[in-house]
């Protein structure tokens, strides 16, 4: 796959004899920096007996971005058929995303230690910055990620924090998400060892009494990126999802909505 994004993945889509689809997550292999590109790798449970139809999908922040197999076309093996193809769902709603910034931060550890829910380490914000088209602010003392890692290497993400503008704007931010750590990522972070370049998705959500920023208080976003566990820094990018009119083919009343 090239070009490599932060928020980029893949999943493996298959059916057997025009069975049930049915997706595997494809790891990463290798990255080629010359190149820009990165190989991904899935293998099936077992060797399938039958018409076997196989087709990856690329996806950014878990939304699909490339044909699936629910579109009847297959890598290979035999295509599914257009009556089958007619009545599986498909979106409702059209949307698109806009860039609203870009998060950066370098943080310190601190350990609280195992509990009843798994790994917890509290994430400290020594510094950071909110760069965007239109907004600039930096992080103020005391915002931290009050992280759990789950025992399976998932690190369920809770940050709260208050940014400031060069003119004294303040902005509660706060934002849940995960941090993918591998399979082994639990008791490699008992060990304080962590995977190199984790993936990293949230939902920032903002409040402000600025009227210049009130805009900020409506918006629902998504922010991806990656940590870099040996700086300890983080950049994620922040878009907000605008709704659109309703997609083709589905019926009902249309409505027009402005942002």
């Given at each position: 796959?090239?070009?490599?994004?932060?928020?980029?993945?893949?999943?493996?889509?298959?059916?057997?004899?025009?069975?049930?689809?049915?997706?595997?997550?494809?790891?990463?292999?290798?990255?080629?920096?010359?190149?820009?590109?990165?190989?991904?790798?899935?293998?099936?449970?077992?060797?399938?007996?039958?018409?076997?139809?196989v087709l990856p999908v690329l996806r950014f922040a878990g939304q699909p971005v490339s044909p699936r197999l629910f579109d009847g076309r297959a890598a290979f093996g035999a295509p599914a058929s257009r009556s089958a193809a007619a009545t599986l769902p498909s979106p409702a709603w059209s949307w698109s995303t806009k860039f609203v910034g870009t998060m950066t931060a370098t943080?310190?550890?601190?350990?609280?230690?195992?509990?009843?829910?798994?790994?917890?380490?509290?994430?400290?914000?020594?510094?950071?910055?909110?760069?965007?088209?239109?907004?600039?602010?930096?992080?103020?003392?005391?915002?931290?990620?009050?992280?759990?890692?789950?025992?399976?290497?998932?690190?369920?993400?809770?940050?709260?924090?208050?940014?400031?503008?060069?003119?004294?704007?303040?902005?509660?931010?706060?934002?849940?998400?995960?941090?993918?750590?591998?399979?082994?990522?639990?008791?490699?972070?008992?060990?304080?060892?962590?995977?190199?370049?984790?993936?990293?998705?949230?939902?920032?959500?903002?409040?402000?009494?600025?009227?210049?920023?009130?805009?900020?208080?409506?918006?629902?976003?998504?922010?991806?990126?990656?940590?870099?566990?040996?700086?300890?820094?983080?950049?994620?990018?922040?878009?907000?999802?605008?709704?659109?009119?309703?997609?083709?083919?589905?019926?009902?009343?249309?409505?027009?909505?402005?942002?």
């Open positions: 796959m090239a070009p490599v994004r932060p928020g980029h993945s893949v999943t493996v889509e298959f059916r057997v004899d025009g069975g049930p689809v049915k997706e595997l997550v494809a790891a990463p292999e290798w990255r080629n920096l010359a190149s820009g590109q990165r190989v991904y790798k899935a293998l099936l449970p077992r060797p399938p007996t039958g018409a076997l139809e943080v310190g550890r601190q350990n609280v230690g195992e509990g009843p829910d798994g790994l917890r380490i509290d994430w400290l914000i020594d510094e950071g910055r909110f760069a965007g088209p239109e907004i600039e602010a930096v992080v103020l003392p005391g915002a931290a990620d009050f992280m759990r890692i789950r025992r399976d290497g998932l690190a369920i993400v809770d940050v709260r924090a208050c940014l400031e503008t060069a003119d004294g704007a303040r902005i509660y931010a706060a934002y849940g998400g995960a941090l993918d750590l591998g399979p082994d990522g639990y008791s490699r972070a008992l060990g304080g060892q962590f995977a190199t370049f984790p993936p990293l998705v949230v939902t920032p959500t903002f409040e402000t009494s600025d009227p210049r920023l009130r805009w900020l208080n409506r918006v629902r976003c998504f922010g991806v990126g990656r940590v870099d566990t040996h700086a300890l820094t983080y950049v994620f990018d922040v878009y907000a999802v605008e709704v659109g009119q309703r997609a083709s083919g589905h019926s009902g009343p249309q409505q027009r909505r402005s942002f």
